[in-house]
């Protein structure tokens, strides 16, 4: 009859194996909180600039209804008689007509909920007044941001 021993050592070698220590998991864990704090501005103002784009469609919808609207009577309408709606598709951005005559209008964007992050291109102004077609942009109703700014909001 044989028994069979074993050694201590081969017995405890595969028990530190197992799997990841406390400071191991806590390295990663820190290496990922950089890597993200790093990209999280970049992916931020991506997304930003693409809820920007639901405003531009709302107001060239808008500057197309007015257009329309225009075409069989004596001056421009409010929202409601040109049909748009206040809030733009995707609900970043409420409109607003500022002002309307017979010579033009002022349609005016202002960035809702999160997209207020959007510091420089919260308000957006179209204004249309004769023949001459105005964009402006701000972070304020003044809408006085500086022409390689506004070019920017304006994704021109």
Same mark, same amino acid.
């Given at each position: 009859?044989?028994?069979f021993?074993?050694?201590?050592?081969?017995?405890?070698?595969?028990?530190?194996?197992?799997?990841?220590?406390l400071?191991?998991?806590?390295?990663?864990?820190?290496?990922?909180?950089v890597? +993200?704090s790093? #990209? !999280?501005? %970049? @992916?931020?103002s991506?997304?930003? =600039?693409?809820?920007?784009?639901?405003?531009?469609? &709302? /107001?060239?919808?808008?500057?197309?209804?007015?257009e329309?609207f225009?075409? +069989?009577?004596? #001056? !421009?309408? %409010? @929202?409601?008689?040109?049909g748009? =709606?206040d809030v733009?598709?995707?609900?970043?951005? &409420? /409109?607003?007509?500022?002002?309307?005559s017979?010579?033009?209008?002022?349609?005016?964007?202002? #960035?809702?909920?999160?997209?207020?992050?959007?510091?420089?291109c919260?308000?957006?102004r179209?204004?249309?007044?004769?023949?001459?077609?105005?964009?402006a942009?701000?972070?304020?109703?003044?809408?006085s941001?500086p #022409?390689d700014?506004?070019?920017?909001?304006?994704?021109q």
């Amino acid at each position: 009859m044989h028994r069979f021993t074993v050694d201590r050592r081969e017995a405890t070698a595969p028990a530190r194996c197992r799997g990841f220590t406390l400071i191991e998991t806590m390295v990663a864990v820190g290496i990922a909180a950089v890597l +993200s704090s790093i #990209a !999280y501005p %970049s @992916l931020e103002s991506h997304v930003l =600039r693409a809820r920007r784009s639901d405003a531009l469609v &709302a /107001l060239m919808q808008a500057q197309l209804a007015q257009e329309r609207f225009r075409a +069989s009577r004596t #001056a !421009y309408g %409010s @929202l409601a008689e040109i049909g748009v =709606r206040d809030v733009s598709v995707s609900g970043h951005y &409420a /409109l607003m007509v500022t002002a309307n005559s017979a010579d033009g209008y002022e349609l005016v964007a202002s #960035a809702a909920g999160r997209q207020r992050r959007d510091a420089p291109c919260q308000v957006l102004r179209l204004a249309v007044v004769g023949a001459n077609l105005a964009y402006a942009s701000g972070s304020d109703a003044a809408a006085s941001n500086p #022409a390689d700014v506004n070019r920017r909001c304006w994704s021109q």
